[in-house]
C-alpha cells in the first residue's frame, strides 16, 4: 500500500492551493484519511481528516480556510487551502487508515505520504 501525495509548492500570501493524495496497492477498506503537517523545528500536527462516512475535522487554526475531501472512487483525499499565509508553511503529509485482508483475516494499519512541501511566501 503507498500513498503519493502531489501539489505543494510555492504561493504568496492570500492565495491558494489544492494537496492531492491517492492511495494504491491491496486495500479493502479505505477508513479514515487526513492531512498533517510539519513547520521547521516544530512537532508535526494534524491538520484535517475526513471518516469514510464524511465527518471532517480541522484545527482550528485553519478552520474557514482549508476544506477536507475525498473521493472514494479515485482512493483521493485532497486538502483546498484558500487565504493561505506564512505561517501555514510545513510539510504536508497525507495519512490514511487503510484496512487490508490478510491470510490470518482482516488487518489496520496506518499508512503515511512521503510529505509534500508547502511555502506561503508574505
Known amino acids: 500500500v503507498q500513498l503519493q501525495a502531489s501539489g505543494g509548492g510555492l504561493v504568496q500570501a492570500g492565495g491558494s492551493m489544492r494537496l492531492s493524495c491517492t492511495a494504491s496497492g491491496s486495500i479493502f477498506r479505505l477508513n479514515a484519511m487526513g492531512w498533517y503537517r510539519q513547520a521547521p523545528g516544530k512537532q508535526r500536527g494534524l491538520v484535517a481528516s475526513i471518516t469514510s462516512s464524511l465527518t471532517t475535522n480541522y484545527v482550528d487554526s485553519v478552520k474557514g480556510r482549508f476544506t477536507v475531501s475525498r473521493d472514494n472512487s479515485k482512493k483521493t483525499v485532497y486538502l483546498q487551502m484558500n487565504n493561505l499565509n506564512p505561517e501555514d508553511t510545513a510539510v504536508y503529509y497525507c495519512?490514511?487508515?487503510?484496512?487490508?485482508?490478510?491470510?490470518?483475516?482482516?488487518?489496520?494499519?496506518?499508512?503515511w505520504g512521503q510529505g509534500t512541501q508547502v511555502t506561503v511566501s508574505s
Open positions: 495519512n490514511a487508515e487503510i484496512g487490508r485482508l490478510m491470510a490470518t483475516g482482516y488487518s489496520q494499519s496506518e499508512y
